[in-house]
């Protein structure tokens, strides 16, 4: 992991939509613009969903480690704009659209760190998909392939 991330929480909020509790990612540690990113989340002990989640031994829910894996696929898409100076005007909004074989292969408690990878992997028009990894003490948490739709914007 990088000491010094390549992007931080205020250009992250400037490309995503969400906001706390549902922002799910702290940094942006790599980026190679329309190929690849890696995000960093810190999974903090006080998040809510762990009272419930489970109470004597908390377990980020596997929808959450998606959530972030999409935001992650986001911030490539806009990174790379960004990275570009192809910047579109205004906000686009791209949403999660799909999973496609995704499988939680381990759990993620409070304290780790998610590291999560986006891969580009096809786009059919204003359809994006991302081969997505998320990882934690380096192994593997989560991991498919997700697709994002932008409903609104410029390509």
Do not use: C
Not at 9 to 34: G, K, N, Q, T
Not at 57 to 74: H, R, S, Y
Not at 95 to 119: C, H, I, R, S, W
């Amino acid at each position: 992991m990088n000491a010094e991330p390549q992007y931080g929480i205020d250009m992250i909020m400037r490309l995503l939509p969400h906001r706390e509790p549902f922002l799910f990612v702290d940094a942006v540690s790599r980026l190679v613009p329309d190929r690849r990113i890696v995000t960093l989340r810190t999974v903090r002990a006080d998040e809510p969903w762990f009272a419930g989640h489970f109470p004597k031994k908390p377990i980020l829910p596997g929808v959450l480690v998606v959530d972030a894996l999409a935001q992650t696929g986001g911030l490539l898409w806009g990174l790379s704009k960004v990275a570009s100076g192809r910047e579109p005007p205004g906000r686009p909004e791209l949403f999660y659209l799909a999973a496609a074989n995704v499988k939680f292969v381990a759990p993620a408690f409070p304290g780790d760190v998610l590291e999560m990878t986006a891969e580009a992997d096809r786009q059919f028009g204003a359809l994006f998909s991302y081969a997505v990894e998320a990882t934690a003490k380096r192994k593997t948490v989560a991991k498919g392939t997700l697709t994002l739709a932008m409903v609104k914007g410029e390509l």
